[in-house]
């Protein structure tokens, strides 16, 4: 009796230490996994350095429930496989509390299911793609569904740019593809009027695009939709205006980065994209963030950046309001998150399915930075 009375007591010592996570040592652990080297270093810098501000932010305040956050970082070099080895790592190996998704469409696919199964809540920061949040009940998305950003640019291009010709170029992967599909259902069902001229995709890794800007001029649209990363757009621009392509060209928030405005140069002067980040944001709060991040890493800030950062406070804020660092409290509290006014806007809530709801952001690139231009509040338009 006695023996077996010790056995009981050892066996509820190790399942209290194998089921308490995230507070070991006195800290609350948060995972981040983000694209540090690679084709998307700049925007896995940018998570980077915006998250630790978020972290010591936290951390002065007295950190979450009487706790210092420790924040475990990853270079998920915007891999799938690699994403999936790093997410078990934070699961089994560092055991953290949730995870920030600073990363791409495809290995934020990929890490989400992985996280609903193991009852981790997931908040992905900027990724598009629809299946992340899919994967279940753990996974939210704190930037633009593809078809949310897609439709608000659609919006933009007819109502607040008057385009009557448009043509689409367009990235050939999951986030060029879900943004261009939003856009023509926008085009179509909204804007009868509205024809689009051209509508092609382009090789992920491609450099050259005169061949397809040669075909644009011909068919003189009043406005360009480029979709792509920084790497892609950057070079579109160019190309274009070297080719004296003067259409007005819109984009969306893979080209909201200093990286796009280095690569455009000059030729970024009028550019205008969708995005969550307001530049001119009144708010105290965020022109702090965008005054620090500035003067600290010598680089404007980005939406990469911002999007995660709020990402990572609205974890936080959850895990206060929960009372626990246990998964199913902090998930409960994540989707009961309402009016939440974070760097890239106020989170009106979350639907059912994880998707945020909050206004759609237009800048212009003026003097060589990103200005407002815009808003799109329409919320036909703004709830998935």
């Known amino acids: 009796m006695r023996r077996s009375l010790i056995y009981l007591l050892v066996s509820v010592m190790v399942v209290a230490l194998v089921s308490a996570p995230a507070a070991a040592g006195g800290k609350v652990k948060i995972g981040l996994l983000a ?17 630790q501000l978020a972290v010591e932010r936290i951390n002065k305040k007295g950190g979450v429930l009487g706790k210092k956050v420790q924040l475990v970082v990853y270079d998920d070099r915007a891999d799938a496989k690699e994403a999936v080895a790093l997410a078990r790592k934070l699961i089994q190996q560092d055991r953290v509390a949730a995870v920030v998704g600073g990363s791409y469409s495809t290995p934020s696919r990929a890490v989400a299911p992985i996280f609903q199964d193991e009852e981790i809540p997931f908040v992905a920061a900027y990724a598009v ?25 659609g919006y933009v291009a007819v109502k607040l740019l008057g385009a009557k010709r448009i043509a689409l170029l ?37 450099k050259d695009f005169k061949p397809y800007l040669s075909k644009i001029k011909e068919l003189k649209p009043d406005l360009l939709f480029a979709s792509g990363y920084y790497f892609q757009t950057g070079p579109i621009v160019n190309q274009a205006r070297e080719m004296g392509l003067k259409v007005t060209i819109l984009g969306e928030e893979g080209a909201d980065s200093p990286k796009f405005l280095e690569i455009a140069g000059k030729a970024a002067e009028g550019f205008v994209l969708v995005t969550n980040l307001n530049r001119d944001d009144p708010r105290p709060e965020v022109k702090q963030f965008l005054k620090e991040y500035e003067s600290r890493f010598k680089i404007q800030p980005d939406m990469v950046g911002a999007s995660a950062y709020d990402a990572f406070m ?51 690139v003026k003097d060589g930075r990103f200005r407002h231009f815009g808003v799109v509040t329409d919320l036909e338009l703004i709830t998935p």
């Open 129 to 153: 793609h629809p299946d992340i949040t899919r994967a279940g009940n753990y996974c939210f998305r704190n930037g633009f569904l593809g078809m949310v950003e897609g439709k608000s640019a």
């Open 170 to 206: 367009t990235s050939d992967n999951d986030f060029g593809r879900t943004l261009a599909a939003g856009f023509k259902k926008y085009v179509s069902e909204k804007a009868p009027g509205t024809k689009i001229v051209f509508a092609k995709t382009y090789p992920f890794k491609e």
């Open 314 to 364: 609205l974890i936080c804020n959850a895990i206060e309001k929960a009372g626990s660092v246990a998964g199913p409290k902090i998930r409960k509290a994540l989707a009961a998150t309402r009016d939440y006014n974070g760097l890239t806007g106020t989170l009106k809530g979350f639907t059912d399915e994880g998707e945020v709801i909050k206004e759609v952001q237009v800048q212009i």
């Open 35 to 51: 694209p540090l080297t690679g084709f998307a270093a700049a925007d896995g810098l940018s998570v980077r350095n915006s998250v």
